[in-house]
């Protein structure tokens, strides 16, 4: 079992910047892909941004603003969130799977077996 914990959401002006905490417990954080997902109100959960667990590579729905890393000595993922937007405005999500290949990444819900309980990130002058 990996046990996950998002954190870093908040209230942010258009334009603005958030960092994303996702902490794993359980079993061994860098054996486990990572991605992020978020759900706004009234809509399906969208895939946001995916990392392999080397952290050699990484996957985004849209590129430029955000930017997904992780820390395997701290068994913690990151989504550095820049520029953005009130359509950014969702409950985001991380999502751990395990896999074999240091270079695999996931980039749908259903292929993700754990995932945390969600972080608020509001967007809104």
């Known amino acids: 079992q990996v046990q996950l914990v998002e954190s870093g959401g908040g209230l942010v002006q258009p334009g603005g910047s958030l960092r994303l905490s996702c902490a794993a417990s359980?079993?061994?954080?860098?054996?486990?892909?990572m991605g992020w997902f978020r759900q706004a109100p009234g809509k399906e959960r969208e895939f946001v941004a995916a990392?392999?667990?080397?952290?050699?590579n990484t996957r985004y729905a849209n590129s430029g603003r955000f930017v997904v890393s992780r820390d395997n000595s701290k068994n913690t993922a990151y989504l550095q969130m820049n520029s953005l937007k009130p359509e950014d405005t969702a409950v985001y999500y991380c999502?751990?799977?395990?896999?074999?290949?240091?270079?695999?990444?996931?980039?749908?819900?259903?292929?993700?077996?754990?995932w945390g309980q969600g972080t608020q990130v509001t967007v809104s002058s």
């Open positions: 999502a751990a799977v395990g896999v074999v290949d240091a270079s695999t990444v996931r980039t749908t819900g259903y292929e993700y077996d754990y």
């Open positions: 359980g079993r061994t954080f860098s054996r486990y892909a």
């Open positions: 990392i392999s667990w080397s952290g050699s």
